[in-house]
């Protein structure tokens, strides 16, 4: 009760702007001005990360409550004026275990839920679907190994001076028809021309790896941020809860355009991200034409096109 008051306080920073967004636009995982505390949660990661978080910022109260109440009992009834003639002992036992005892309880306390909310991170239970993210310098690119979906860029579409202005309206005229949800005006540097489409209510299982040097993929209001290393192939999941944009960035220093590689994902039905994926998907091969010569029944069993 009291971490979910908390959980409330936290959030009223981000929250009205969030929610008068979504009436309008649907990019509801997304930075607002003067924002403060975590962003909304849209995924039950997130949920569980910011039930953690209330619980430490009751904790780290309690501690500095605590503390500060013995700081000023001593300054005000043991200074010279008030306590004369200090007593002379040096040690307690009992004090001294407590006040080793006490803190190793609060670890262990902090250390449990802790480690249940990372391994809860780590994998998907039951994962319906795959997409493998890679970093590059500086954008990403997503494929979908399942759905026999190639690996497509994700490039930033950012604002910039008065001489760009018009090359970026390009870029935003150009990108805008691949959007299934759009949305009211890009947000700076936190568009992409290819965003990721994704299916909400689903577990989707997350890779992610580096092309050249080590980049982080996160995105707040999902609770997500995974190393993306060269030569590695890191693991984590997401399920989102509502349809909407979400907005991220790279996460991890790597180089001159670190700034400049959000990620951006489109958050949709299962229905909706059926019809992408079938638009996205590669034609089926044409099955190959029987020789004149075999009798089409015997060719078919070996000329027979593959499907599952
Ligand atoms: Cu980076």
Redesign the pocket.
Known sequence: MLARFFAVLLLLGSFPAAAEEAGQAPAIGAPVPWGIGLQQAFSPMKHRMHDFHAMMLVIITAIVVLVMGLLIYVIVRFNAKTNPTPKTFAHNTLLEVVWTALPVLILLAVAVPSMQLLYYLDKAPQPELSVKVT?HQ?YWSYAYPDQKIDSFDSRPIWDGTPQTANAITQLLDDAKPNWLIPTAKPLRLLEVDNRLVLPIDTQVRIYTTGADVI??WAIPALGIKKDAVPGHLNETWLKIDREGVYYGQ??????MG?GF?PVVIEAVSKDKFAAWVAKKQPPAPAPAASPAVTPPAAAAPSTAPKTK
């Open positions: 970093g500086w980049h982080s790279c996460d991890q220093l790597c180089g670190h590689m």
